[in-house]
T-cell receptor, first 113, second 111 residues
Framework: ETGVTQSPTHLIKTRGQQVTLRCSSQ?????VSWYQQALGQGPQFIFQ???????GRGNFPPRFSGLQFPNYSSELNVNALELDDSALYLC????????????FGQGTRLTVV | EDQVTQSPEALRLQEGESSSLNCSYT??????LFWYRQDPGKGPEFLFT???AGEEKEKERLKATLTKKESFLHITAPKPEDSATYLC????????????FGTGTRLTIIP
């Protein structure tokens, strides 16, 4: 059984650019959530995908968007990057059965300069 | 709006010195309370889920307990390898399965 994997591990982008982050969910998990973690803070919920449909969104602007694919892997896209978007981006997968733990990947460290 | 407050922000202990971390929460119907461990620059590692007041779970030197307003993570005779940030999160019965996290307690165990 493979865990949650994210790519890339580190990324440096320039303000105004666009970025795509990728996540492969744990085997058997159909729900993927994305979180943003600023330095010294707890993770903040961005959005969740369940069986390829968005299933809830946090307080993030529309320039944060996502996709989930038939194999339940997922992408997070961020347009028009701002300096404040610099953070650790975490992907979590869960079986999507209600009372279920979320398992996190190692994260992607995004730096916007 | 769901809220989680963790205290203290940071805690330094001598090896073998037991202590507790606190997580206070408000949530519109608790589905579950989660504890995670996070090492610097890494993703959170799942430790425990607690579902109802009075529930307790243990793993090695860690024991998590839950009341209607707060949870405690007790660490007994800690070792240097227990140094990490410990995150608490709640999941509501309403809506999707998002987790609302606290800002964590940064635990340092001194040899």
């Amino acid at each position: 059984e493979t865990g949650v994997t994210q790519s890339p591990t580190h990324l440096i982008k320039t303000r105004g650019q666009q970025v795509t982050l990728r996540c492969s969910s744990q085997s058997g998990h159909n729900t993927v959530s994305w979180y943003q973690q600023a330095l010294g803070q707890g993770p903040q919920f961005i959005f969740q995908y369940y069986r390829e449909e968005e299933n809830g969104r946090g307080n993030f602007p529309p320039r944060f968007s996502g996709l989930q694919f038939p194999n339940y892997s997922s992408e997070l896209n961020v347009n028009a990057l701002e300096l404040d978007d610099s953070a650790l981006y975490l992907c979590a997968s869960s079986p999507g059965t209600g009372y279920s733990e979320a398992f996190f990947g190692q994260g992607t460290r995004l730096t916007v300069v | 709006e769901d809220q989680v407050t963790q205290s203290p922000e940071a805690l330094r202990l001598q090896e073998g010195e037991s202590s507790s971390l606190n997580c206070s929460y408000t949530v519109s119907g608790l589905r579950g309370l989660f504890w995670y461990r996070q090492d610097p620059g890494k993703g959170p590692e799942f430790l425990f889920t607690l579902y109802s007041a009075g529930e307790e779970k243990e793993k090695e030197r860690l024991k998590a307990t839950l009341t209607k307003k707060e949870s405690f993570l007790h660490i007994t005779a800690p070792k240097p390898e227990d140094s990490a940030t410990y995150l608490c999160a709640v999941q509501s019965n309403f809506g999707n399965e998002k987790l609302t996290f606290g800002t964590g307690t940064r635990l340092t165990i001194i040899p």
